[in-house]
């Protein structure tokens, strides 16, 4: 039973920062992914940043510039720093890590609240 624990989210004031971090419970062998999605209240779960083992990066269109994803594959860990952080950022942050299509885990999510 993998389980996925995100942490460092919390309020924070317009233009400020926070940094996201994901540990796996276990070890997780051949990963091909990690990655960030987010979720605001009515809307729908969007990929936010992703990497892959080869260490492409890949980042929503919204937050191209203001965030960077980062992971040690080594402790099974993943990584978002955001900033430059705006009210259309909040939302449930939740960390996602796949071996393959079929075989992949989430984070329960972590909430962050961007207002003045």
């Known amino acids: 039973q993998v389980q996925l624990v995100e942490s460092g989210g919390g309020l924070v004031q317009p233009g400020g920062s926070l940094r996201l971090s994901c540990a796996a419970s276990?070890?997780?062998?051949?990963?091909?992914?990690m990655a960030w999605y987010r979720q605001a209240p009515g809307k729908k779960r969007e990929l936010v940043a992703s990497?892959?083992?080869?260490?492409?990066?890949n980042y929503a269109g919204s937050v191209k510039g203001r965030f960077t994803i980062s992971g040690n594959l080594a402790n099974n860990t993943v990584y978002l720093q955001m900033n430059s952080l705006n009210p259309e950022d909040t939302a449930v942050y939740y960390c996602?890590?796949?071996?393959?299509?079929?075989?992949?885990?989430w984070g329960q999510g972590t909430q962050v609240t961007v207002s003045a």
């Open positions: 996602y890590i796949a071996r393959t299509m079929y075989v992949n885990y």
């Open positions: 276990e070890r997780i062998f051949n990963i091909n992914i």
């Open positions: 990497i892959t083992t080869g260490g492409t990066t």
